[in-house]
T-cell receptor, first 110, second 118 residues
Framework: SQQGEEDPQALSIQEGENATMNCSYK?????LQWYRQNSGRGLVHLIL?????REKHSGRLRVTLDTSKKSSSLLITASRAADTASYFCATAVQGGKLIFGQGTELSVKP | GAGVSQSPRYKVAKRGQDVALRCDPISGHVSLFWYQQALGQGPEFLTY????????KSGLPSDRFFAERPEGSVSTLKIQRTQQEDSAVYLC????????????????FGEGSWLTVV
């Protein structure tokens, strides 16, 4: 069974707007990772935040982590049509496995 | 190629048929993972190898599922007597680290093998 829940399940915005996706999880983690999946394709690693970090940036991506609330958010600024995809958070737990959330389906309209 | 390669990309199997899905990880990668992704869901962990050793197979849903990596490189996921609920995308991933979920090194995913059981 999956550990995380993502919110919202689907998000539709206009190009240029910001997109925020949230992820909650249940157990202790080593780190939390965000992945992107285009329709019919594999997963692409976007960004990783360690359990002792609170915020991390990479290009147009900003990730926050609140371990007291067991939650994370992914912000994509100045979205583009090419950002249309499903986004998954994944928690790295002891033993080597990643536990994925259900995903947020993002649609960016030109 | 430079990435994780999976074959076949698409497989239609009749119920009860055995299937074998192949994964060629990135050369030199120590860790290899298999995940199952049902339509509209996130991937679910199946099993994890460090070189040829299968360290965790807790996610395999039944004894019809079997994975191997005999020489520590190519891996095969075998599903015996397929059932309709086995229909899913099977994703393989690899990483150069022994425990990438601790080190934080990138885990690279293949495009997946799409299995449909009819």
């Amino acid at each position: 069974s999956q550990q995380g829940e993502e919110d919202p399940q689907a998000l539709s915005i206009q190009e240029g707007e910001n997109a925020t996706m949230n992820c909650s999880y249940k157990t202790s983690i080593n780190n939390l990772q965000w992945y992107r999946q285009n329709s019919g394709r594999g997963l692409v690693h976007l960004i990783l935040i360690r359990s002792n970090e609170r915020e991390k940036h990479s290009g147009r991506l900003r990730v926050t982590l609140d371990t007291s609330k067991k939650s994370s958010s992914l912000l994509i600024t100045a979205s583009r049509a090419a950002d249309t995809a499903s986004y998954f958070c994944a928690t790295a737990v002891q033993g080597g496995k990643l536990i994925f959330g259900q995903g947020t389906e993002l649609s960016v309209k030109p | 190629g430079a990435g994780v390669s999976q074959s076949p990309r698409y497989k239609v199997a009749k119920r009860g048929q055995d299937v074998a899905l192949r994964c060629d990880p990135i050369s030199g990668h120590v860790s290899l993972f298999w995940y199952q992704q049902a339509l509209g869901q996130g991937p679910e962990f199946l099993t994890y190898f460090q070189n040829e050793a299968q360290l965790d197979k807790s996610g395999l849903p039944s004894d019809r599922f079997f994975a191997e990596r005999p020489e520590g490189s190519v891996s095969t996921l075998k599903i015996q007597r397929t059932q309709q609920e086995d229909s899913a995308v099977y994703l393989c991933a690899s990483s150069r680290d022994r425990v990438p979920t601790v080190s934080g090194n990138t885990i690279y995913f293949g495009e997946g093998s799409w299995l449909t059981v009819v």
